[in-house]
C-alpha cells in the first residue's frame, strides 16, 4: 500500500480496527474528512485499489482527507471472543463509533462524511440514525448500492433462506468459495443480515428499528445504484432507503445506459471498474465538493 497510512482505534469491546489514510494529492486540503467503510466479504482493498487505483486514492488527489475502515474480523481488523456472538449490529454500535472516533481524533476535524458501499452504506444510515453525540459527527452520507428492507424478489427469497441455512452449516459464509469476495463472512453477523433481510426489518435484538430510523438522519445524502444490480441492490430498494431519509439534500441516481453511462453497472463495478472511474467517481467528487470543505 504506496504511501498509505495506517493505524488501529479499539471497539468498546476491545476489537481492534485497523484505518488507512490514503496519500493526499496536490489539490488544496479539504478540512472535512472521508471514511470510506467496504460491505460484506470485503476489505480495504475496494477502495484502496490493488494497483493504487481505487477511489480513496482518487479523492485524497482532489484535496479530501480519505481514511479506509475495515470492519470487524477483516482485513487488518482484529476478532475478539467467541466469533458467533457477533451481530451485524455490532458493525453499527461498536465499529462505527470507533472509526468515526479514530478518524477525527487522527485529523482533529469535528465532523465527517461517511461513504460506503453495500452493507458499508447500511451501517453509515443506521449509525448515523441513532441520534447520539457520535452519530451526530456524521456530517454527509454517501451510499452505493446499499438498499432498503422493503422487499426482496421471488429470486431473492430462496437464495437468502439458502445463504442462513449454508451460513448456520459452516459456521461461516463461504464468500471465496462463491466467488463473492475476498473474504468469508462470520455466521452470527450474516446470519442477523439475513434474518433482516427475510422479514423485511431491521429491528436489533432491543427492539431498535434502524429503518425506520433513517427519518432522523437529515444531513445531505447521495444515494447510487448500479443500473445492472438486480440481484443484491436493485435501484427501486436503493430510492426506497434513501427516501427513508428526513433531510432536504438527498439525491439518487442510477448508474445505467438510460442514464447516459457507459454499462449498466452491477453492485461492485458500480465503483470498482474502468467506467466507474470515468463516471461514476467524478459525479461522487463533485457532489462531495459541493457540500464540503
Not at 76 to 94: L, T, V
Not at 152 to 175: K, M, S, Y
Request: charged share 20%; aromatic share 8%; hydrophobic share 45%.
Amino acid at each position: 500500500m504506496t504511501g498509505v497510512a495506517s493505524l488501529i482505534t479499539r471497539a468498546d469491546d476491545g476489537v481492534d480496527l485497523a484505518l488507512h489514510r490514503a496519500p493526499r494529492g496536490g489539490a488544496p486540503a479539504r478540512a472535512t474528512p472521508l471514511l470510506l467503510v467496504h460491505g460484506t466479504f470485503s476489505n480495504r482493498n475496494f477502495f484502496l485499489g490493488t494497483s493504487e487505483r481505487g477511489l480513496a486514492r482518487e479523492l485524497a488527489r482532489r484535496g479530501f482527507d480519505a481514511w479506509v475502515a475495515e470492519l470487524r474480523g477483516h482485513g487488518r481488523s482484529g476478532e475478539a471472543g467467541r466469533r458467533s456472538a457477533w451481530q451485524f449490529e455490532d458493525w453499527i454500535r461498536r465499529d462505527a463509533p470507533a472509526l468515526v472516533r479514530g478518524v477525527l481524533e487522527a485529523t482533529g476535524a469535528e465532523r465527517l462524511v461517511w461513504l460506503g458501499h453495500s452493507a458499508g452504506g447500511i451501517i453509515g444510515i443506521a449509525f448515523a440514525g441513532l441520534g447520539h453525540d457520535v452519530s451526530g459527527k456524521v456530517a454527509g452520507l454517501v451510499m452505493a448500492g446499499s438498499p432498503a428492507p422493503t422487499g426482496l424478489g421471488a429470486l431473492q427469497v430462496p437464495l437468502a433462506a439458502a445463504g442462513l441455512i449454508v451460513t448456520h452449516v459452516l459456521g461461516r459464509f463461504p464468500a471465496r468459495l462463491l466467488g463473492f469476495g475476498p473474504e468469508d463472512e462470520h455466521a452470527g453477523i450474516m446470519e442477523q443480515w439475513m434474518r433482516w433481510n427475510l422479514s423485511g426489518r431491521w429491528h436489533g435484538d432491543d427492539g431498535t428499528d434502524y429503518f425506520a430510523n433513517c427519518a432522523r438522519v437529515t444531513v445531505p445524502v447521495l444515494a447510487l445504484a448500479g443500473g445492472g444490480d438486480w440481484m443484491i441492490a436493485p435501484p427501486k430498494l436503493c430510492k426506497d432507503l434513501l427516501d427513508a431519509t428526513g433531510g432536504a439534500d438527498r439525491t439518487f441516481v442510477t448508474c445505467g445506459r438510460a442514464q447516459g453511462f457507459a454499462e449498466d453497472f452491477n453492485h461492485d463495478r458500480v465503483l470498482v471498474s474502468g467506467p466507474a472511474r470515468e463516471q461514476v467517481w467524478p459525479l461522487i467528487a463533485g457532489w462531495l465538493e459541493q457540500r464540503f470543505a
